[in-house]
């Protein structure tokens, strides 16, 4: 069964004339008739009966509702489609982690309210690996997170680096290791440290930092917003590493310090570094380390002239150079 036939079926029903639907079909009176003598061959009973006006059999008339619903969906799906095309959705979602959506969306989501004012943005902070996962689900169109090349690597991911910003450390202003800058590596493994919950890119980066060269970390607080590692922070002896975009508000708080972590080439005259899992980019040799910053959505979503427009006013938007210190 093919979907012209039934759209056949539904015009001879409507007008009572093969004639009449062929021209509202706009194909011959031939064509309509193999149309629906296929329909009936293949459905095993008449449909019509043939007389001075085209009326519907017993069959007919029960097939009809079936045909008018198939009809009206498949135009309800190419509206759909359509409006997709033209950019008329009801919402774009996009998943972000903090330090973005606090300090780098807010104009980018202003620009596109005034561009799109009929499309609903949400937005949601999350971690880098749940931001990925709800993606791959459908649940947001676009995620902008920690690059993880595990989990970005599948065929339909379309992803771009936004930008590259290191990892500092964030202290009491008080703290001992203030006095340092950089911070040895060996005094900063003497240290309590407060890491992002699990599910976050920057647990597992700082836990590759550690782990490469051998040293201990004393994990003791799980956290996951900048606000949260602040308060714990300048309260007594925990330090935290974390990315500069992190600490922008930190930098003019004269409770906390931040210091620079020392080159990854000094690390190796520590101890005999152990394979990273290659999952997240770190500078090396003569430069500190870091975390890199994605945008990801799939390829057919960026089809879609919203999400292409919001795509690009990222782009317009990054990488924004965080002030240093």
Known sequence: MRLEQLQAFMAIADTGSFQQAARRCGVTQSTISRQIQSLE??????????????????????FFPHARKICQEWQTAQEELSNLLEGKQPELCVAA??????YYLPPILRKFCRQYPEVQLRVTALGSDRALKVLKDGLVDLAIVMNNRLLTSSAEMVVDILYNESI????????????YDPVPWEELARYPQVVFKDGYGMQRLVQDI??????TLRAVLELNTPDAFRGVVQEGD????????????????PKLAIRSLPPAAQLDSLATPSPLNGIYPTLTGDSCWNRQVVIVTTSDRLQIPPIQHFWQLVHDFLPIKVAPG
């Not at 500092?168 to 008080?174: D, F, G, H, I, P």
């Not at 925990?238 to 708080?253: F, G, I, K, N, T």
Request: glycine fraction near 4%; aromatic fraction near 6%; proline fraction near 6%.
């Open 41 to 62: 061959a293949e459905l095993g009973l008449p449909l019509f009966h043939r007389s001075a006006q085209a009326k519907l059999t017993l069959p007919g008339e029960r």
């Open 97 to 102: 982690i903090h330090s973005v959506c606090a």
């Open 168 to 179: 500092q450390v964030l202290m009491a202003a008080t703290h001992p290791l203030a006095q």
């Open 210 to 215: 550690f782990a490469k060269y051998n040293l």
């Open 238 to 253: 925990m330090v935290a590493l974390l990315p500069e975009s992190a600490l922008v508000e930190a930098r003019y708080d």
